[in-house]
């Protein structure tokens, strides 16, 4: 016969340290339940490519004017990310009118891409240094248009510059005691990938 096995309660210290290193579990368990943007494997958290549209769509329509000569509107944005580049592309529909030269709004589309920073004073990822890829108008010269891409810089860099996409609360930068920090940017298929260590 086998000796009988005897078990005696855990002691009131042994029950402390049980209590603490479960309740810690199930603390960070929540924690990244909660942050659903984080991978705890991998270190990163990801800005999905929604979200960066979405706060890209904030920012419009908005109507803008420049040298009292040019009046611009731009609506509809549509985000494209370029893993290649490492950067993002932001398509919008615009209009522009001169009282003078083009009293009839003329239709058109620019395209604007970006990189991307982190802003550690307010937590935020960034747009960074947009630049004007292409302003086509409708129904213009290629001269004409030619003359109207610095229109296009001008509007990509006073609309976009330092755009905010994500903005990080206190909790999602912290494990524990420890303060995270925030590394590279990377854009993917899926969203911005965002190295946290």
């Known amino acids: ?65 420049y040298m009292e000569m040019f009046e611009v509107k731009l609506t509809s944005p549509r985000v494209a990310l370029l893993p290649q580049t490492n950067r993002l592309a932001v398509t919008v529909d615009a209009t522009v009118r001169n009282p003078l030269f083009l009293p009839t709004p003329v239709p058109g589309v620019l395209a ?18 947009p630049t004007a890829e292409r302003l086509a108008l409708q129904g213009l010269s290629a001269d004409d248009s030619r003359n109207l891409q610095s229109l296009g810089a001008t509007v990509a860099r006073e609309l976009l510059r330092d755009y905010p996409l994500h903005t990080f609360t206190e909790d999602e930068l912290r494990l524990g005691n420890r303060k995270l920090e925030i590394g590279e940017i990377t854009v993917t298929d899926a969203g911005l990938t965002v190295d946290v260590r």
Not at 9 to 38: D, E, F, Q, T
Not at 112 to 129: N, P
């Open 112 to 129: 604007i891409s970006s990189g991307l920073k982190f802003d550690a004073a307010s937590r935020t990822v960034r747009l960074h240094e």
């Open 1 to 65: 016969m086998s000796p009988a096995l005897h078990t005696s309660p855990p002691s009131p210290r042994r029950r402390k340290v049980l209590s603490a290193v479960l309740g810690g579990l199930a603390a960070s368990a929540w924690s990244v339940r909660s942050n659903a943007g984080y991978n705890i494997w991998t270190g990163t958290y990801t800005v999905s490519r929604d979200e960066v549209q979405a706060g890209i769509a904030k920012r419009f329509p908005v109507g803008l004017r």
